[in-house]
Structures are given as structure tokens and as C-alpha cells.
């Protein structure tokens, strides 16, 4: 077939649709054909959100030192390799999360205000109603520009009705991407899901393709393999470098999903028959879902990402890690030094699996430096200490350069009570979808790019 040079050129076979990643050769051919020759082709920009449930041990994770050069504490240790791609944002607020009149339920409070910024109606019932989130706004303005508008991940299944906090509904707890005030947009929790989504050039063809490859048992590789061929023909050579890395990449998040599946359904799974389980192991479900991420950025097939890493006041215990306690038992610590050390713990490995995707994205090159650099990953919890349930001086990571826009490797302080949702309006400039306002916020946030 003749290869149509786009921003992303696409490899197809028999159902497949194997996007590639950003390359200069492809780009420069794809402004050649537009008429544009002699342009730069500068990769996009992408941002993706994080989040984690029940607050930190803050005395852990607040660097000491403001400005670069700072000393990673504890829990952000995980981050030495990325530090210089890392800043570590302290005094940012979520007025919205608190209780402003309406009681317990912290914790929903949380998770719907997180990337909102509103104040979320409380109730257990279907008039439920919270705020746009920037993620949305983002999608709303360029999500044209790729397949997908978004993509929205999670490793904990959430309802979408009944009472999960103290009167405020499960949809609460179990999303943070909001389409409209009133419409939560639900995760994907099986990343097997997530990987054939990417790569199925419909998504009513997903079953059929993957029943297909199973019964025959080949790799999703094996159905582009022609197109993959013709195209090196049309390739620089470290292009052509570049493309056998990324088609390696995926075949072996292809046969670590099938490991994953093969070990959590045991010898309960019937023969080629698509797996509708998650992965048992919760670190490789983690990093399998950094990896859908990874190629999602990658390919060009979205630019902005969701990604709750548990749901909000998740109890999960983690013995990975030695702490077979509920997370958000121990988040009520109550001053209690052994339960402080498994919470300091617990926060670490999530910041571990931060530092796994910052370590995927800044090992692919792209443009004049790498695919971190074109992007901006903001982490972190909308409550601040778990046992006082507050919402100021939230723990806050923004990780990446935006493109050249943010300068990194500093923890930089703000006066408290400015709002989190600054944030958001200074990530919405920076990937090409202004707005007037989110939330509660005032303003941009400054000194983020010295």
C-alpha cells in the first residue's frame, strides 16, 4: 500500500491500526506533502493526572529546601533518577474539598474536586453534580486532533450509584474526569482492554480481533507485518532504529499482558477465550497501565490521560510492601509513629510507579530531546494529611517540561490557599486549550518557567 504521510503514520492489517511514534523523517514528509516544506515539525504536547487516595505523610514528602538542588525526602527518593524532570509544588488548595457546610465525606469530596475544582453536590442518589475537570475542558478544545479525545485509566473498578462516603454517591469516589457537571466519565481498569482499544481500528472489531489472534495465536504485530516492511523502505536510518524499538516495546507489553492473564485466571480460563479479568498483581497492573499510557502518548493516539491509581479512601492493603493494614485505615494514624512508618511506605511505592512512567517517557527520544519533555504529568491527592482530612498545601508534583514551557528539577513554594486550579489554567495555555476560568481558580500560576 502507499503510505499517506500524516503528523502519525498507521500501520493496518486485517482489523489492526498500529499508530507509530513521532519521527523526523515521517514529519518531514508529512509537511513536504502538505505544502509546508522547510517548517519545523515540532512534536505535540500532552498532559496527563494522577491520582492517589488518602493524602501523604507530608513531614516525608516536603523537600526542606525551596529552589534547585533540593534533597529528594523519603517518599520522593524514588524520583533521584527524574528529579531534574520533577517540580515539587507545595501550598496549593482545594477550597472545594472541604466540607463548606456539608459534612463527613471527605474522601468523595476528594477525588470529584481534584481535577474540578466544584464543590460536588452531596448525595447518594442520580442527581449527582460536580464541575467540568481541566482534563475535559483540554479534550473539549483539541481532542479533534488524535482518535481519542481522552483517555481515562484506573486499577480499582468503581460504582456508578449507590452511598460510598457518608452520603455522596459511588461516582464521586470513583472518578475524577467530569465531561459536565453532571456526567462522570468512567475508567478503564483492564489495561487488555485498553491495549487492543489503541490498536483496533474500530472498537466494535476488539472481540473479534483478539478472539482471532488467540485462537491462531499470533501477536497483533504479526497482522502489520507487510505494512511494517514496506514502510522501513521509506525511512531514515535511525528512524528505521526507532520503529524496531517501538514494535519490540509493544511485543513485549503484548506478552506481559498475556502472562498476566495466564496467572490471574489460572487454570479457570477456557481456551482462547479473551480474558476479562485485571491483573492479580497490583504492581504489574500499575506499571502495565503507565505503559498503555506510554503508548497512547507515544503513538499520538491521545494527548491527555487520566489515571487513578486507587480510588478515593481505598482500604487497599499492601503487602508488596510488607503492610498488610488498609490504606486508609492507616491514613487515620492518629499521631501513631508505627503506623506513620507504614503510611510513609505506602506513599513511596505509589511515587515508585510515578517514577516507572517518568523513567518510560524520558527513554524515548523525541524532537531535539525526549517524549517527558513534551509533556506535563501532574500527581497527587486532593486531600493533604490523611488523618486531619485537610485541603491545603496539597502534595503536588508536576513533572515534565510542557513542550519548553515549564522549567523543572525545583520544589517551588506558594503562599497557601492559592488555588490548585491555577494550576490547571496554566496547563490548559500551555497545551493549546485556554479557558477563562476552572473551578476556583484566580488566575495562572506563576514561576513555573523561570
Given amino acids: ?79 533521584a533518577a527524574v528529579q531534574e524532570d520533577v517540580t515539587v509544588l507545595s501550598g496549593l488548595t482545594h477550597d472545594k474539598g472541604r466540607a463548606n457546610g456539608d459534612g463527613p465525606g471527605d474522601h468523595a469530596r476528594s477525588a470529584s474536586v481534584f481535577l474540578t475544582g466544584a464543590q460536588p453536590r452531596k448525595t447518594s442518589g442520580a442527581n449527582i453534580r460536580s464541575g467540568v475537570s481541566v482534563d475535559q475542558l483540554a479534550a473539549q478544545r483539541i481532542g479533534s486532533a488524535t482518535r481519542f479525545a481522552s483517555l481515562e485509566l484506573g486499577c480499582e473498578a468503581g ?8 452520603g455522596y454517591s459511588c461516582a464521586y469516589s470513583s472518578n475524577i474526569s467530569w465531561s459536565s457537571e453532571t456526567t462522570p466519565v468512567g475508567k478503564e481498569t483492564n489495561p487488555r482492554l485498553v491495549f487492543e482499544r489503541l490498536f483496533s481500528e474500530r472498537r466494535s472489531q476488539i472481540d473479534e480481533n483478539l478472539a482471532r489472534r488467540m485462537a491462531q495465536q499470533k501477536s497483533i504485530l504479526d497482522y502489520i507485518s507487510d505494512d511494517a516492511r514496506r514502510l522501513q523502505n521509506q525511512l531514515s536510518g535511525s528512524d528505521n532504529r526507532k520503529l524496531d524499538e517501538y514494535l519490540t516495546g509493544v511485543r513485549e507489553i503484548e506478552r506481559r499482558l498475556e502472562l498476566a492473564e495466564r496467572e490471574s485466571a489460572g487454570s479457570s480460563r477456557v481456551a ?8 492479580s498483581d497490583y504492581t504489574e497492573h500499575l506499571r502495565l497501565m503507565c505503559d498503555m499510557l506510554v503508548l497512547a502518548f507515544q503513538t499520538d493516539s491521545t494527548r491527555i490521560a487520566t489515571f487513578m491509581l486507587a480510588n478515593a479512601g481505598s482500604n487497599r492493603s499492601y503487602r508488596q510492601i510488607g503492610v498488610s493494614d488498609g490504606h486508609h485505615d492507616l491514613s487515620h494514624h492518629g499521631g501513631d509513629r508505627a503506623k506513620h512508618e507504614k503510611i510513609r511506605r505506602i ?42 482530612h485537610n485541603n491545603e498545601n496539597l502534595p503536588i508534583l508536576l513533572a515534565g517540561r510542557g513542550g519548553g514551557s515549564i522549567d523543572p528539577g525545583r520544589h517551588v513554594r506558594y503562599r497557601e490557599e492559592t488555588p490548585l486550579c491555577n494550576l490547571f489554567m496554566s496547563m490548559l495555555d500551555r497545551i493549546g486549550a485556554p479557558a477563562e476560568f476552572i ?9 513555573l518557567q523561570v
Avoid at 500500500?1 to 519521527?23: C, D, E, K
Avoid at 482462547?272 to 491483573?279: R, V
Avoid at 473551578?439 to 514561576?447: C, E, F, P, V, Y
Wanted: charged fraction near 15%; aromatic fraction near 8%; charge should be neutral.
Fill in 439 to 447: 473551578g476556583d481558580s484566580t488566575g495562572r500560576l506563576d514561576r
Fill in 272 to 279: 482462547h477465550q479473551p480474558p476479562a479479568s485485571t491483573p
Fill in 1 to 79: 500500500m502507499a503510505h499517506q504521510f500524516n503528523r502519525r503514520t498507521v500501520l493496518r492489517g486485517l482489523g489492526i491500526s498500529l499508530a507509530l511514534p513521532w519521527m523526523p523523517s515521517l514529519a518531514v514528509k508529512a509537511l513536504a506533502a502538505s505544502g509546508s516544506a522547510g517548517q519545523s515539525a515540532a512534536p505535540p504536547r500532552r498532559m496527563a493526572f494522577m491520582f492517589v487516595p488518602n493524602g501523604v505523610h507530608l513531614p516525608d514528602w516536603t523537600p526542606a529546601e525551596e529552589g534547585y538542588g533540593y534533597q529528594l525526602p523519603y517518599i520522593l527518593e524514588p524520583l
Fill in 159 to 166: 460504582r456508578s450509584a449507590g452511598n460510598c462516603d457518608s
Fill in 347 to 388: 506513599n513511596r511505592y505509589h511515587v515508585s510507579q510515578l517514577a516507572y512512567l517518568l523513567e518510560r517517557l524520558k527513554s524515548i527520544p523525541e524532537g531535539e530531546g525526549t517524549l517527558l519533555d513534551n509533556c506535563m504529568i501532574c500527581y497527587g491527592s486532593a486531600i493533604s494529611d490523611g488523618n486531619r
